[in-house]
């Protein structure tokens, strides 16, 4: 069974809107994390948002924030403000007994397209 | 300076070649992994050490070999490459202790064709 689910294989967003990416998981322990790699054209993975299953509050950092809604099982990344060199492939990720080292389990991506 | 390097960055090779990526870290972290990304661009964990000990070892053929000399290395060594062995490799290392959601830092990948 597929643990991470993003729904949405390419987005187009216009400058400087906001744009959400879906993420539905899917765990039957309790203490998990959920992270969002970006992935840019050139390859590398970059991370840019962690959301822990205990936290209270959403996570966010700079444009980036995480909608995260325990009930439905979904961390849907938001990023305002769009830029152009915000287009990339974008992951979501999890990682169930939310130690160190454990590794984590991807979603298929989505593609997201800036357009000027 | 480099967190995770990993050499060499583009890799072509004959079917049937012995072939060899390295991984090293300067986080000293105490865990390291070895993920593929397919052509589809799906990432999926195939080793995962911590100090130098094998613990997890997903359903990857035995061609592939991973060695951790130390625990700031860990190497991918891939007997007899076949055409579907084409991916991008990346190297990923975390800390084992510390705060809850450690992120894991994944090295440039490397990007192996086989013809």
């Known amino acids: 069974a597929q643990k991470i689910t993003q729904t949405q294989p390419g987005m187009f967003v216009q400058e400087k809107e906001a744009v959400t990416l879906d993420c539905t998981y899917d765990?039957?322990?309790?203490?998990?994390?959920l992270f969002w790699y970006k992935q840019p054209s050139s390859g590398e993975m970059i991370f840019l948002i962690y959301?822990?299953?205990?936290?209270?509050q959403n996570a966010t950092e700079g444009r980036y924030s995480l909608n995260f809604q325990k009930a439905r099982k979904s961390a849907n990344l938001v990023i305002s403000a769009s830029q152009l060199g915000d287009s990339a492939m974008y992951f979501c990720?999890?990682?169930?007994?939310?130690?160190?080292?454990?590794?984590?389990?991807f979603g298929k991506g989505t593609r997201l397209s800036v357009i000027a | 300076d480099t967190a995770v390097s990993q050499t060499p960055k583009y890799l072509v090779t004959q079917m049937g070649n012995d072939k060899s990526i390295k991984c090293e870290q300067n986080?000293?972290?105490?865990?390291m992994y070895w993920y593929k990304q397919d052509s589809k661009k799906f990432l999926k964990i195939m080793f995962s050490?911590?100090?130098?000990?094998?613990?997890i070892n997903e359903t990857v053929p035995n061609r592939f070999s991973p060695k951790s000399p130390d625990k700031a290395h860990l190497n991918l060594h891939i007997n007899s490459l076949e055409l579907g062995d084409s991916a991008v490799y990346f190297c990923?290392?975390?800390?084992?202790?510390?705060?809850?959601?450690?992120?894991?830092?994944f090295g440039p990948g490397t990007r192996l064709t086989v013809l």
């Open positions: 990720a999890m990682r169930e007994d939310n130690s160190g080292n454990t590794p984590l389990v």
């Open positions: 986080l000293g972290h105490d865990t």
């Open positions: 959301q822990g299953s205990y936290d209270q």
């Open positions: 050490y911590n100090n130098k000990e094998l613990i």
């Open positions: 765990t039957s322990d309790p203490s998990y994390g």
């Open positions: 990923a290392s975390s800390p084992l202790y510390g705060r809850a959601g450690n992120e894991q830092f």
